[in-house]
């Protein structure tokens, strides 16, 4: 193919290029993990991170053993949400994961840094490189289901995500504002170009609880996850509220005691997500 001009619509050649699972990544050979889920929105500021912590902790919770890919390069904030502030070690060609006081193996670009308060100033390249070594280059220990924390969008990050990691299926983040609809359809389409299936929705910031006389409040109107889950076809959907706990046992490092409840049925779905077999999801 010396003569590839890389625009397979004026090709007629059936060579790898043409097929999605050509750009996929193999782990580790040391490595072994049985489900990926990515959490990702079409925006920021929705509480991605917030989300994938709470799945973990729920997954858990469950007895599986649970990875956590943090690949929002320049925004981690995971093992500070886990209480992990150790440095991961390594050596050549591989790296070992920092793991929670529960068991959670997570790997974050702040678990590389000299210090968690310096900036990551990459060009996007860079990043998404790096985000992909989280995959190839770290020795996962026997991992039931990884869920990576997605950074916000449809760039170059989650483009290689999407791309070179063999994804179970992708769990969208979103809230309850009338902006919601164009979120939801971005990330939605963009799981269906890379043909991941979408698990499910989560609407963060749903409602908050009274705390006098336990209404439910909805401070951003109405939830919309229902209507959005019907017409996008995603099978499962939960509601998480605005609770201060979460914000308290995040910041103390403690997310992996936060009430999980809310994620039961979603958690479902995921668990019968199809696995992985040597670099592809089946």
Request: with cysteine; aromatic share 4%.
């Amino acid at each position: 193919m010396a003569d590839c001009t890389h625009d397979c619509s004026s090709c007629s050649s059936n060579c790898s290029s043409r097929d999605a699972k050509s750009f996929i990544k193999p782990l580790h050979p040391d490595a072994k993990v049985k489900r990926v889920v990515a959490v990702a929105s079409g925006k920021g500021g929705v509480g991605k991170s917030l989300v994938t912590a709470l799945l973990a902790a729920h997954a858990s919770k469950l007895g599986n053993r649970v990875a956590v890919l943090d690949a929002d390069i320049t925004g981690p904030s995971i093992p500070k949400m886990f209480g992990a502030h150790d440095r991961a070690r390594g050596s050549e060609g591989e790296i070992y994961p920092v793991v929670s006081k529960n068991g959670t193996q997570l790997m974050s670009m702040n678990s590389l840094l000299d210090s968690e308060d310096t900036p990551v100033i990459w060009r996007g390249s860079l990043i998404a490189g790096a985000a992909q070594q989280f995959w190839t280059d770290v020795v996962w220990d026997d991992v039931d289901i990884m869920f990576i924390d997605m950074p916000p969008g449809t760039g170059d990050v989650p483009l290689t995500v999407f791309q070179s990691i063999p994804l179970s299926g992708v769990v969208i983040v979103t809230t309850p504002q009338d902006l919601v609809e164009m979120i939801v359809k971005k990330a939605v389409n963009m799981a269906e170009m890379m043909n991941v299936p979408v698990l499910g929705l989560v609407e963060n910031m749903s409602y908050l609880t009274c705390p006098c006389c336990g209404q439910k409040i909805e401070p951003f109107g109405a939830s919309k996850a229902a209507a959005l889950a019907l017409e996008h076809h995603i099978p499962a959907t939960a509601r998480l509220p605005i609770d201060p706990n979460f914000a308290r046992l995040a910041d103390e490092g403690m997310i992996e005691y936060a009430d999980t409840d809310a994620l039961k049925e979603l958690y479902s779905v995921i668990a019968s997500s199809r696995e992985i077999t040597r670099g592809t999801a089946e």
